[in-house]
């Protein structure tokens, strides 16, 4: 039987609603070379709408790439995982890759194995060390390749702010920049899971990607879309939910699609035949629960005075954290404490700054530490 709701992981068929604005933008940018940056909060849905989009504008003269670079700790493990996807995702015959990467892949002995992966036939290592490339030619390797099979190629690449991360990080930043906004036949489409990081490297003047393309922000789902939906699969199972209950549900996590959908899940599971208020409550105590593991991980390292500065923003403070008041209140120390623990929690992506001021943007979080703290 299919699943009634699918959550945490990237969606698609008849699991991806709404996104068409964004769907439009985003096909239009792949097909006229304009470089995206896609901005989100966690699970909103960036992977799901890079996947549909790529999936839609794919053809022989527009190659999509995907990539993920979570893994990568350093600017040659990105080297590596960046040419094998080009590599792969241009073309699928092994033997053509000879002359189509001619030049680049003599300097290689790949180990090419069959993939335990059931979506592809092989999986390669390239085995690149600054010994075999230097990072130049690298970068340029899809602009090569693009020219060669004489078609655009749009690189997706995930978990991009691991970049950040690198040994060297400015410098290997200023070199992907300055080689790829140079490319003619390539754009790229870089998004990540850490929202905050991802807007450093792309919202702050002094950083080499700065202004690189065009920024999207990710909005919610509307309401609309959910309802259709919700309403859907409780219908198929016999089960009711009504309207004014989906609203609430989604009015409870804000909006926040992954948790929208483990919401709705967890009321499907309750209900045998028709939603209460009750269940509806219980559904949020059991989403609490199941995100608590997370949370613990989160917070079991942050000092009392850390702690003390998410109380004072639980109880509804958002700035003025350096007054006496705030400060005495809640035991933050000296006024000098106070920029350090911000960006610390920043970092931890506990809290975030917004046009309001300072908030504890995931909803579930809040019902959590409301509960322990
Ligand atoms: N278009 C959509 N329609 C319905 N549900 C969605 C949609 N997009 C995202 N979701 C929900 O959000 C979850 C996470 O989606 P996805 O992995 O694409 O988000 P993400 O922003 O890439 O997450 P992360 O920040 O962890 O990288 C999905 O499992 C699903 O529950
Ligand atoms: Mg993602």
């Given at each position: 039987?299919?699943?009634?709701?699918?959550?945490?992981?990237?969606?698609?068929?008849?699991?991806?609603?709404?996104?068409?604005?964004?769907?439009?933008?985003?096909?239009?940018?792949?097909?006229?070379?304009?470089?995206?940056?896609?901005?989100?909060?966690?699970?909103?849905?960036?992977?799901?709408?890079?996947?549909?989009?790529?999936?839609?504008?794919?053809?022989?003269?527009?190659?999509?790439v995907?990539t993920?670079?979570?893994?990568?700790?350093?600017?040659?493990?990105?080297?590596n995982t960046f040419s094998a996807a080009i590599l792969k995702q241009t073309e699928s015959r092994i033997?053509e890759w000879k002359?189509l990467a001619?030049?680049f892949i003599?300097?290689l002995?790949p180990?090419i194995?069959?993939?335990?992966?059931?979506?592809?036939?092989y999986?390669v290592s390239l085995?690149i060390?600054?010994?075999?490339?230097?990072?130049?030619?690298?970068?340029?390797f899809p602009?090569i390749i693009?020219?060669?099979?004489?078609?655009?190629?749009?690189?997706?690449?995930?978990?991009?702010?691991?970049?950040?991360?690198?040994?060297?990080?400015?410098?290997?930043?200023?070199?992907?920049?300055?080689?790829?906004?140079?490319?003619?036949?390539?754009?790229?489409?870089?998004?990540?899971?850490?929202?905050?990081?991802?807007?450093?490297?792309?919202?702050?003047?002094?950083?080499?990607?700065?202004?690189?393309?065009?920024?999207?922000?990710?909005?919610?789902?509307?309401?609309?879309?959910?309802?259709?939906?919700?309403?859907?699969?409780?219908?198929?199972?016999?089960?009711?939910?009504?309207?004014?209950?989906?609203?609430?549900?989604?009015?409870?996590?804000?909006?926040?699609?992954?948790?929208?959908?483990?919401?709705?899940?967890?009321?499907?599971?309750?209900?045998?035949?028709?939603?209460?208020?009750?269940?509806?409550?219980?559904?949020?105590?059991?989403?609490?629960?199941?995100?608590?593991?997370?949370?613990?991980?989160?917070?079991?390292?942050?000092?009392?005075?850390?702690?003390?500065?998410?109380?004072?923003?639980?109880?509804?403070?958002?700035?003025?954290?350096?007054?006496?008041?705030?400060?005495?209140?809640?035991?933050?120390?000296?006024?000098?404490?106070?920029?350090?623990?911000?960006?610390?929690?920043?970092?931890?992506?506990?809290?975030?700054?917004?046009?309001?001021?300072?908030?504890?943007?995931?909803?579930?979080?809040?019902?959590?530490?409301?509960?322990?703290?």
């Amino acid at each position: 039987m299919d699943k009634p709701f699918i959550f945490g992981i990237p969606v698609e068929d008849s699991y991806f609603i709404g996104r068409e604005e964004e769907i439009k933008r985003l096909s239009t940018n792949f097909k006229y070379g304009v470089n995206t940056i896609l901005l989100s909060p966690r699970r909103w849905g960036k992977t799901s709408l890079v996947n549909k989009v790529a999936g839609l504008v794919a053809s022989k003269d527009l190659i999509v790439v995907k990539t993920d670079v979570f893994s990568c700790r350093n600017e040659y493990d990105f080297y590596n995982t960046f040419s094998a996807a080009i590599l792969k995702q241009t073309e699928s015959r092994i033997e053509e890759w000879k002359d189509l990467a001619k030049g680049f892949i003599e300097k290689l002995t790949p180990k090419i194995s069959l993939s335990p992966d059931p979506n592809s036939e092989y999986s390669v290592s390239l085995g690149i060390t600054p010994k075999t490339h230097t990072p130049e030619e690298l970068l340029d390797f899809p602009e090569i390749i693009a020219k060669r099979k004489g078609c655009h190629i749009v690189v997706c690449i995930d978990e991009f702010q691991q970049v950040g991360e690198f040994p060297d990080s400015l410098n290997v930043q200023k070199r992907m920049r300055t080689i790829w906004q140079h490319q003619k036949n390539v754009s790229y489409c870089l998004y990540g899971s850490k929202m905050h990081m991802m807007t450093n490297l792309f919202q702050k003047k002094s950083y080499p990607f700065y202004k690189f393309g065009e920024v999207q922000y990710l909005k919610s789902i509307p309401l609309d879309a959910w309802t259709a939906y919700i309403s859907d699969r409780f219908e198929r199972e016999q089960k009711h939910i009504s309207e004014t209950f989906i609203k609430t549900l989604c009015e409870s996590v804000e909006y926040q699609s992954s948790y929208v959908q483990q919401l709705a899940y967890n009321v499907f599971l309750l209900t045998e035949t028709e939603v209460t208020e009750s269940i509806l409550n219980q559904a949020v105590e059991d989403l609490v629960d199941q995100n608590s593991g997370i949370f613990i991980e989160q917070v079991q390292s942050l000092t009392t005075y850390q702690l003390n500065f998410l109380r004072a923003v639980l109880a509804g403070n958002h700035s003025g954290f350096g007054e006496k008041e705030i400060r005495e209140n809640y035991d933050l120390g000296v006024p000098s404490n106070i920029a350090r623990l911000k960006k610390s929690l920043i970092d931890k992506e506990l809290i975030e700054i917004t046009k309001d001021g300072i908030i504890i943007g995931d909803p579930v979080l809040r019902f959590w530490l409301k509960k322990v703290l």
